[in-house]
């Protein structure tokens, strides 16, 4: 099992410029999050996906949209980039009516 | 959400025992204890978690008070690898699953 899997690894953009994050899973979890995490801060919850089909948004939604395309996958995108998205980002997922997460390794963002 | 307060930071020697401490005085009964771990430049890694009882695994223990409204993460023999950002966070399947971060504890760990 590769676990959950994020691409890119990095990332510079440019202020205006839009990306999609990738992120995959292979424990056939239900539950899928993204993440945000600042320098010397907690992790922040963007959005999350209960299941295949659902997203509900997390306590910093601004900014990003995300699809659920299938059980495995969970993308975050940035239509219009700007430099206060600048931050790692982790995705995590869980099997439903269990307790633990399981990270991704992270995307770092840089945007200028 | 229940909150959790931490200690920004602690230092302990190799192969010493640790004992991260963690309150949560608003906490409910539908509330599960969880600490998750950060090393340097990865994820976060889940570690233990626990409701009423004290708990045991192959990473560490965990002591929850009588009334629940503190808990002790203890790493029984630090290694240099236990070096991490720890995170006590109040879990509960009424808020689907999410985890929310608090700034957590910086354990450094001394040869």
């Given at each position: 099992n590769a676990g959950v899997t994020q691409t890119p690894k990095f990332q510079v953009l440019k202020t205006g410029q839009s990306m999609t994050l990738q992120c995959a899973q292979d424990m056939n979890h239900?539950?899928?999050y993204w993440y945000r995490q600042d320098p010397g801060m907690g992790l922040r919850l963007i959005y999350y996906s209960a299941s295949e089909g659902t997203t509900d948004k997390g306590e910093v939604p601004n900014g990003y949209n995300v699809s659920r395309l299938n059980k495995r996958e969970f993308?975050?995108?940035l239509e219009s980039a700007a430099p206060s998205q600048t931050s790692v980002y982790f995705c995590a997922s869980t099997l439903r009516g269990t307790e633990t997460q399981y990270f991704g390794p992270g995307t770092r963002l840089l945007v200028l | 959400?229940?909150?959790t307060t931490q200690p920004n930071s602690m230092?302990?020697?190799e192969e010493e025992p640790v004992h991260l401490p963690c309150n949560h005085s608003t906490i409910s009964g539908t509330d599960y204890i969880h600490w998750y771990r950060q090393l340097?430049?990865?994820?976060?890694?889940?570690v233990i978690h626990g409701l009423t009882s004290n708990v045991n695994n192959r990473m560490a223990?965990?002591?929850i008070a009588e009334d629940r409204k503190s808990s002790t993460l203890i790493?029984?023999?630090?290694?240099l690898r236990d070096a991490a950002v720890y995170y006590c966070i109040l879990w509960s399947v009424w808020q689907g699953g999410k985890l929310i971060f608090g700034q957590g504890t910086e354990l450094s760990v001394k040869p």
């Open positions: 239900n539950s899928m993308s975050l995108r | 959400d229940a909150k230092e302990s020697n340097p430049s990865q994820g976060p890694e889940y223990s965990l002591a790493l029984h023999r630090a290694t």
